[in-house]
Every structure is written in structure tokens, then in C-alpha cells.
């Protein structure tokens, strides 16, 4: 009995520790928010309803079949996917040209009602995307992941978008709650801009444009923390690294743009 309690006083005793510790609540308060702000999102939000995202999804997948070259047919980049992935399109949000479409109100049964469609990968088409074809495959890891466990378990492509869009989520949250905590001072503003509505929007989403945001909020956070110190550990370059390879793919793309 007294070592019961004596275990009960220290659990408590660490979790006040814990609480005292004002990064922890503020990472915790990051992780608790944005989860409650961007999950629902997953499911709620239309499929194809977030800019783009129809581009990044063929994109996404074409790299879970581990082919990171596109394909070039007629002068348009895409690539050889499942016939299935653009009737799952067509029958969200056709348009004559496939690709721009006005954002429209669908309740979740009228969504969830295209589960039925099987993926079927032995029927394929050649697929044009090419908004994100040349993409680098790093923004795309969360994504390529969810979608990858699902075709493993032989779900369809609605789920599938929604598992990479889960994933993706997923892995923005916890980027963004890794710069709360590494954040040396103002880490308030970190919270703020990772939990900006639009910040939300797309982290339910299979848009890279989450991980360009989380990313962000990690180098930031990182280069921050170096120049307190005045000097880099080795592993806060490599994380920095891999977060600026991010950046440069979203540079290139505002560079196409412009």
C-alpha cells in the first residue's frame, strides 16, 4: 500500500514538473489546439476542395508507386496512375477542363458515398498534373506514407486521399510543436502562425504547402536557438538541412510562378 502511494505522489509530482516546464505547456497547448483545428478538417473538408489539391494527390500517389520521374505525353507532364483516381475526381468536382472548379458545398454523406469506388490498379490511364509533376518528393513523405498503408490494406481512393491527408496533418502538428519547443524566445508567435486558420486548412490536406509551413516554423525555430548559443550542433544542421530542402522546392515553385 505505501509503495502504491508513494508511486501515486511521484506520477503526480512529475506531471507537475512537467506543467512548471513552460515549454511543455506551450507544446502541448500547440499540439492540443491544432489537433482539435485541423482533424475534423480531414474528413469535413470536400474532396479536392483545397487549392491544388487534386494535382498533389495524383502527385502523391505516383510517388507511392516509387516512380519519382514524370511522364511527358503530348507535351503535358503527368503520369500512368489507376483509372479509378480521376473518376474519384470527376465525380467530386468536374469541370470541362478538370482542373479549375468552384468550391461547393457537399455534406460528408454525399462524400463518403465514393467509397465505393475500388482502386483497381491494374486498369491505368495516363493522368495529366501538370501543376505538381516535377515536384520534389520531400514535401510529399507524409502523404506518400498514409496513401502507401493504405493500398497496403486494399482501401479505395477516397480513403486513401483521406489517410494522406491524416498523415500529412499529422506531421505538420508535430514539426510545428518541435519549433514550439526549440524556440528559444517568442515561441508564442510560432503558436500563432501555426495555428492560423489557413495554416489549419492546409495541414488537412494532401498539399505540400504543409510541410512548407511547418518546415518553416523549424528552420526559424532551429536558427534561433543556434544563434542564442552561438554556434550549431550537428544534429540541428541536419534538421535544418533537411527543413531548408523544403523551402528551396517551395522557392522554385514562387520562382515558376512569377
Known sequence: MRNCLECRITGWQRISDLLSDVKIVRVTLMLILGAVGAIPLVLLTPPFQVPDEVQHFYRAF?????????????????????????????SSVYTRDGILYPATPSPITKSLKLASIPLDSSTRQFVAFPGSAFYSPLPYF????????????????????????LVNCLAALGLGGLAVYLMPVAGELVMVVGLL???LFLYASVSPDAAVISCSLLFIALSF?????????????????????????????VRDVI
Open 62 to 90: 505516383q510517388l507511392s508507386d516509387l516512380r519519382i520521374r514524370a511522364e511527358v505525353q503530348n507535351g503535358i507532364s503527368g503520369g500512368t496512375l489507376p483509372s479509378s483516381l480521376p473518376e474519384l475526381v470527376k
Open 225 to 253: 536557438s543556434a544563434s542564442t548559443r552561438e554556434n550549431w550542433k550537428t544534429w540541428e544542421l541536419a534538421m535544418a538541412a533537411a527543413a531548408a530542402a523544403v523551402l528551396c522546392e517551395f522557392s522554385a515553385r
Open 197 to 199: 486558420p489557413m495554416s
Open 142 to 165: 507524409p502523404q506518400v506514407l498514409g496513401i502507401a498503408v493504405g493500398r497496403l490494406f486494399g482501401l479505395g481512393p477516397l480513403y486513401l486521399l483521406y489517410l494522406g491527408r
